[in-house]
């Protein structure tokens, strides 16, 4: 049996009812969310793209911890980064040199 359910005011996906011996067990199926960087190799160095809003652009830095990649652009789908990569291939000769690509956050963490 499927039911919808409230969770802090949000629909939660579908969750599904299990009898079992007279109790009712919640149960919910793993969602995987993968967000994806915008990075290249500079050096054997893994670097990401960031926002400067002051220069009004995108600059690269480099990802040596798991701290420096809260600072670097983060799109919630492959989509999303794919979009900003083109605009940047477009818009920017200097950063579309670097060879930039789409890879998930989770390969750069240690």
């Known amino acids: 049996m499927i039911v919808n359910v409230k969770d802090l005011g949000q629909d939660i996906l579908n969750k599904y009812l299990h009898y079992s011996a007279g109790c009712v067990l919640f149960t919910c199926p793993a969602f995987i969310f993968v967000s994806y960087l915008i990075t290249t190799y500079l050096k054997g160095i893994?670097?990401?793209?960031?926002?400067?809003?002051?220069?009004?652009?995108?600059?690269?830095?480099?990802?040596?911890?798991?701290?420096?990649?809260?600072?670097?652009?983060?799109?919630?789908?492959?989509?999303?980064?794919?979009?900003?990569?083109?605009?940047?291939?477009?818009?920017d000769k200097?950063?579309?040199?670097?060879?930039?690509?789409?890879?998930?956050?989770?390969?750069?963490?240690r």
């Open 46 to 91: 893994p670097h990401a793209i960031k926002p400067n809003v002051e220069a009004n652009r995108f600059e690269l830095i480099p990802i040596t911890k798991d701290s420096q990649i809260s600072k670097a652009f983060c799109s919630p789908n492959k989509t999303g980064a794919m979009n900003i990569l083109n605009w940047i291939n477009e818009n």
């Open 94 to 109: 200097q950063l579309a040199s670097t060879d930039l690509t789409v890879q998930p956050e989770a390969k750069f963490f």
